[in-house]
């Protein structure tokens, strides 16, 4: 277990290590922050003053190899714009989207399991249907149209809700409906697959034969096999609490760290970008390692077997 | 499926009962409605009653004929004139060269990783594994953004990108088919006779196994469609004067309370399509591979 739990925990290090580097070279690459940020025809002592502030008269290895320095030391470098640590920027947006991403995420597993649950033990009757239905949409309009359509009934037409902005509470309703709506309807319907297929296995029917009623079969037996698949959707939805709102953010003029994210990119304000690119790796990456884990704990075949879980795409 | 195993009684079903079951209507209409638009974006430049970035400053925010407009612009026109209907036929076809191209670019490299993984095995299948896994834990939409807006946005790279998403889901899938398709007879006896590894991988297993990587492809397209939108609405994908369905919708979000009209038509098109490709997908899973999932 030990050495299950230390190959993975390798895995995500490098992951992220990668995830950086890619980013550093691509951000860097693309053209001169210095000219980016004043604009080419400013004068060029004023150019020239920027790129000593921020070192980027050096090689891009060195330039490299100071920024994983300074990460090493926890720095992540100040925004390009205000002078700010990037790292305070970042962070102070981080409550404002949990704000919406929590209660969402929650909405998202107690209806999207328990309606997959449902539409499995109930498989081929209206409830299905229904599920089925609902999930097929989730899956299929984006959730800037589902906002834009929640804005246009709730706020424009009824006037019941604020349309955009985050000055109380009920500012925060619309964006979590949306970005719970889209999420309950993914995972309802891997669920309900895991569900259907546990079910299809000889030892629910061992169970069933050996005497146990059909309660006792759905939550001894089925409930724990087909958490599997489903903890790889609910991992990937914890992943995403931080940055899984950029558009609906947009949608909603919320500001969280999915609008810093679009301004900053507007702006080109480099460290701000890579703060939030390592912020939201190391969040979807640990949240992968924890999923693993548990996997471990769970199922005791994926201890010794190489390569793990399939990971289920969406 | 096939209908001379049917037991005799089922025989007696009318013809028609026995065409919706392998065709049922959801799928037709799914079906019509890809048809629909296919057509639409090969004949856009016949299609469009008026130039898609013609202004007409005298006929501003035009209400749709459903909303008691004019036929003069059939669903309305925004506020710099321009003509609703025409836009959203060219951005229908932009957004699908977009997703079709993009898919194509995503099969083409899963297949060739997936098969050089198979080929080879050892440390190339690891890099290509430990690629795979990579790409499955990155949060794609926030580097895209990042690598978007600091390349700064051309469509030839803005498809690249798009092509980028869901090549790992297809070059697993070979990779996994292409070595059980290795075990067996026909590629050994292909290779046995001399035939190279590019014969053996692209004449004898690819058209093997090409109906279930077709199903992959076509359950790619509606994500590549919702990925390109959503960076459109951000303003981010494909840039004006280019339009498409995310950005019609991005540039609606201005006018949702005096014009609804100007979002409403994108934002339709792109549910029905994206429904219509899923339902289609699905149901050739079902039909030609029950495996995948």
Redesign the interface.
């Given at each position: 277990m030990l050495g299950y739990i230390a190959s993975r925990a390798f895995r995500a290090l490098v992951t992220i290590l990668l995830v950086l580097t890619f980013a550093f070279f691509i951000l860097n690459a693309t053209g001169d922050p210095a000219i980016l940020i004043l604009s080419a025809d400013a004068p060029p002592e004023a150019i020239e003053a920027f790129r000593e502030e921020w070192g980027l008269n050096a090689p891009l290895w060195k330039q490299y190899l100071g920024y994983l320095w300074n990460l090493a030391h926890g720095e992540l470098g100040r925004s390009m714009r205000d002078g700010r640590d990037a790292w305070a920027v970042v962070s102070e947006r981080i409550p404002v989207t949990l704000a919406i991403t929590i209660p969402a995420l929650i909405i998202k597993l107690v209806i999207g399991i328990s309606a997959g649950i449902v539409a499995a033990l109930w498989r081929d009757t209206w409830v299905d249907r229904l599920v089925m239905a609902f999930s097929v949409t989730g899956y299929t309009v984006p959730s800037f149209v589902l906002g834009l359509a929640l804005m246009l009934v709730f706020a424009v037409q009824l006037g019941w809700l604020p349309a955009a902005g985050a000055d109380s509470w009920r500012h925060a309703i619309l964006p979590i409906i949306t970005l719970g709506v889209a999420g309950a309807a993914v995972l309802a319907r891997f669920t309900r697959s895991a569900m259907l297929e546990v079910l299809g296995q000889p030892f629910i029917r061992t169970g069933l034969a050996k005497g146990l009623v059909w309660r006792a079969v759905v939550i001894g037996h089925a409930f724990p096999n087909a958490a599997i698949p489903t903890l790889t959707i609910a991992g990937f939805m914890i992943g995403s609490l931080v940055a899984g709102a950029v558009v609906v953010e947009s949608v909603f003029a919320w500001p969280g760290v999915g609008r810093l994210l679009v301004s900053a990119v507007g702006n080109r304000d480099l460290m701000v970008v890579q703060a939030i690119l390592l912020l939201v790796t190391v969040t979807m990456v640990s949240a992968n390692l924890i999923v693993d884990i548990v996997y471990g704990f769970v199922d005791p075949r994926l201890r010794t077997a190489r390569g793990g879980p399939a990971r289920g795409g969406t | 499926m096939s209908d001379a195993s049917l037991p005799s009684t089922e025989v007696e079903t009318s013809g028609r009962r026995r065409f919706f079951r392998a065709w049922p209507p959801a799928v037709l209409l799914a079906l019509a409605w890809i048809a629909f638009i296919a057509l639409v974006s090969i004949f856009a430049d016949w299609l469009k009653p008026y130039d898609f970035m013609a202004l007409d400053l005298r006929d501003r925010l035009a209400e749709p004929v459903f909303m008691d407009g004019t036929f003069r612009h059939l669903l309305g026109s925004d506020e710099l004139g321009r003509d609703v209907l025409s836009r959203l036929i060219e951005s229908v076809r932009m957004s699908l060269v977009i997703a079709f191209l993009s898919t194509l670019i995503a099969a083409g490299i899963g297949v060739s990783l997936g098969f050089l993984a198979a080929h080879f095995r050892g440390w190339v299948e690891q890099i290509i594994?430990?690629a795979i896994?990579?790409m499955?834990?990155?949060?794609f939409?926030?580097?895209a953004?990042?690598?978007?807006?600091?390349?700064?946005n051309t469509l030839t790279l803005f498809i690249l990108l798009m092509g980028m998403h869901?090549w790992e889901?297809i070059a697993?899938i070979t990779r996994g088919l292409a070595i059980a398709a290795k075990e067996q007879g026909y590629a050994a006896a292909a290779s046995e006779i001399g035939a190279s590894p590019f014969r053996v991988y692209g004449a004898h297993i690819l058209p093997n196994i090409a109906s279930t990587l077709i199903v992959a492809m076509t359950l790619n397209i509606?994500?590549v469609i919702?990925l390109e939108?959503?960076l459109s609405?951000?303003g981010?994908g494909v840039q004006p004067p280019l339009t498409s369905l995310?950005n019609m919708?991005?540039y609606g979000?201005e006018y949702?309370?005096t014009a609804?009209w100007i979002?409403l038509s994108p934002?339709v098109v792109?549910?029905l399509t994206?429904?219509a490709v899923?339902?289609v997908g699905d149901w050739l899973r079902d039909r030609l591979d029950p495996t995948l999932?």
């Open positions: - | 594994l430990g896994d990579f499955a834990a990155i949060p939409l926030i580097i953004l990042a690598v978007l807006a600091f390349f700064g869901g889901r697993r509606p994500e919702l939108s959503g609405f951000l981010l995310g919708v991005g979000r949702i309370q609804p979002l934002a792109i549910i994206t429904l899923s339902v999932r």
